[in-house]
């Protein structure tokens, strides 16, 4: 019984022995879900931020937050502010979107969410209407992006 412990423990060592390598690199922790939830819920946070400084400084903000492979597909929504409020129940993962004016079709780079908000536009500060609706958010290298909204005709 002994011998056979023995044997087991010698190859086991051998066993590890033989499957050790060595990774370049610095190891860094993976996002969590809750991280991402988190990324998101601040995204929203900060847009309706901006809108309640004016429509300048949530252009900015739309500007500095455009997901950086559409950073050409801006819209200008003029003298209208944009009050989100996101369903977080809501929030799943969506692996196939594409934006829907996307030409090429291009998957955004990083994790694409989905989540039902509510949408409040206003202009100089009375409400114009409000939407029910889905959103895009793309969490990419530790921050949350979103895709400035474009206002239909």
């Keep these: 019984?002994?011998?056979?412990l023995a044997a087991l423990g010698l190859a086991g060592m051998l066993l590890v022995a033989g499957c050790?390598?060595?990774?370049p690199g610095r190891p860094t922790a993976a996002a969590s879900p809750e991280d991402d939830r988190q990324l998101v819920k601040?995204?929203?946070?900060?847009?309706?931020?901006?809108?309640a400084e004016g429509p300048a400084t949530q252009r900015d903000f739309l500007r500095r937050s455009q997901h950086?492979?559409?950073?050409?597909?801006l819209c200008d929504l003029g003298d209208l502010t944009?009050?989100?409020?996101?369903?977080?129940?809501?929030?799943r993962v969506d692996p196939d979107w594409?934006?829907?004016d996307d030409r090429k079709a291009t998957h955004p780079r990083g994790l694409v969410y989905v989540l039902g908000v509510s949408v409040s536009i206003r202009q100089?500060?009375?409400l114009l209407g409000e939407q029910i609706g889905s959103q895009r958010v793309?969490?990419?290298d530790g921050k949350a992006y979103g895709f400035a909204p474009c206002p239909t005709g």
Aim: cysteine-free; glycine content about 4%.
């Design 98 to 100: 594409v934006p829907p």
């Design 1 to 4: 019984m002994r011998r056979a």
């Design 124 to 126: 100089d500060g009375a």
């Design 42 to 51: 601040g995204y929203f946070e900060e847009l309706n931020a901006a809108a």
């Design 68 to 73: 950086p492979d559409f950073t050409n597909d």
């Design 82 to 91: 944009l009050n989100v409020d996101p369903a977080m129940s809501t929030l």
């Design 20 to 23: 050790s390598s060595t990774v």
């Design 138 to 140: 793309v969490v990419l």
